[in-house]
């Protein structure tokens, strides 16, 4: 399953993407197909048969304030991760906020657990290594799909190892591998109970497939684009002119 930014982001674009049909040849973003169907195949069986069911006895038993409170935390430890690429992007506007986001939650939030920054207008601003790399003008790459985590790219996999030294997670499994590992199981199953009612939308999509793709490919240009993607979308798009 993809890691949780994708997956809300996948979530919130699925409802116009339900009913596009497979496509009748090549999707040049897409030369991996065949590997990514079977991959996509893998996930959803795993998912149907081991994360769903556990996602569901968890938003069962677990009162929405708890999960509201569990999914900020876990949006807290992301802010790292935008103060960096803020910078690395030249945003420094973005990086104050994600700064003092990080501070104003972990310290008057009580550790992330209340998202008190938005509350003074300290708007969040996501920001992530595949994103910094398109601004410096990095192609996509091929569309791929990956093992467990779902929808990528050639660009977003390596913005995804990269972001892994901004993630405090990763240092607590270095030193601590059960805490570690413990935090990304619950995030996983947190962000995937969020999900479950919305991702019924898949079961109308003629292609389940193309409608996961689409929405994916289409959840990553509004983040570089901070929401307002030009009609076209070329691999060079932040490149120099000639």
């Known amino acids: 399953m993809k890691k949780a930014l994708a997956v809300i982001c996948l979530c919130s674009m699925l409802a116009g993407c339900a009913q596009i049909p497979p496509t009748s040849g090549q999707d040049p973003s897409d030369p991996w197909e065949s590997f990514n169907r079977q991959t996509y195949a893998f996930n959803t069986t795993l998912d149907d048969y081991v994360l ?57 939030g009580i550790a992330g657990l209340f998202d008190v920054a938005t509350h003074l207008d300290l708007e969040a601003a996501p920001e992530d290594f595949g994103q910094t790399l398109a601004v410096w003008g990095v192609g996509d790459g091929p569309y791929l799909v990956l093992p467990f985590l779902g ?49 019924e939308i898949l079961n109308s999509a003629i292609d389940p497939y193309v409608a996961v793709r689409n ?28």
């Open 151 to 199: 929808s990528s790219t050639l660009r977003d996999t390596a913005g995804t190892v990269v972001d892994l030294g901004t993630a405090p997670q990763t240092y607590i499994a270095h030193e601590e591998p059960a805490a570690g590992a413990g935090l990304y199981a619950v995030e996983i199953v947190n962000t995937r109970a969020s999900l479950i009612g919305p991702d």
């Open 52 to 108: 769903k069911p556990v996602a569901t006895v968890y938003k069962n038993v677990v009162p929405n304030p708890v999960r509201s409170s569990v999914t900020n935390f876990f949006n807290n430890l992301t802010e790292p991760r935008n103060f960096v690429n803020g910078i690395l992007q030249g945003r420094p506007d973005k990086a104050a906020r994600s700064f003092f986001r990080f501070i104003v939650n972990t310290t008057i």
């Open 215 to 242: 929405a994916y490919q289409q959840s990553r240009k509004d983040a570089i684009y901070d929401g307002n993607p030009p009609m076209d979308f070329p691999e060079d798009e932040f490149e120099d002119e000639e």
